[in-house]
């Protein structure tokens, strides 16, 4: 698996973003490849921390024309994309998000 960890800036009110981020949100259940994705905030950093099956599937949503829309989006700013292996074997002893997800149905 393929992890990358997406964060930027906006001082957008958090209610404004809500109809938008939910339509994103539906949007990536569309995403070949995508695992899981775990919205963050802190203050007036958002992001998120995806897992995709391979790092081909990541390099496919990163050159995505939905990446294109959101970092060109003047409401954001200050984007950060970093990039990880996932240590599969490791993951699979602490909880990998798929077998969460699984657990959870």
Same mark, same amino acid.
């Given at each position: 698996?393929? &992890?990358?960890?997406?964060?930027?800036?906006? /001082?957008?009110?958090?209610?404004? @973003?809500?109809?938008?981020?939910? &339509?994103? &949100?539906?949007?990536?259940? /569309?995403?070949? %490849? @995508?695992?899981? *994705?775990?919205?963050?905030?802190?203050?007036?950093?958002?992001?998120?921390?995806?897992?995709? /099956?391979? *790092?081909?599937? #990541?390099?496919?949503?990163?050159?995505?024309?939905?990446?294109?829309?959101?970092?060109?989006?003047?409401?954001?700013?200050?984007? $950060?994309?970093?990039?990880?292996?996932? @240590?599969? %074997? @490791?993951? /699979?002893? $602490?909880?990998?998000?798929? *077998? &969460?997800?699984? #657990? #959870?149905?």
């Amino acid at each position: 698996m393929h &992890a990358v960890l997406i964060t930027f800036h906006s /001082s957008v009110p958090a209610e404004d @973003l809500a109809e938008p981020f939910t &339509a994103y &949100a539906e949007q990536m259940r /569309s995403v070949h %490849g @995508l695992v899981a *994705k775990t919205w963050i905030r802190d203050g007036e950093t958002l992001g998120g921390f995806h897992v995709f /099956s391979t *790092k081909a599937d #990541a390099d496919r949503y990163l050159g995505s024309e939905m990446v294109a829309g959101l970092t060109s989006n003047e409401a954001f700013e200050d984007f $950060t994309i970093s990039r990880y292996d996932v @240590l599969d %074997g @490791l993951s /699979s002893i $602490t909880g990998t998000p798929t *077998k &969460a997800l699984a #657990a #959870a149905v």
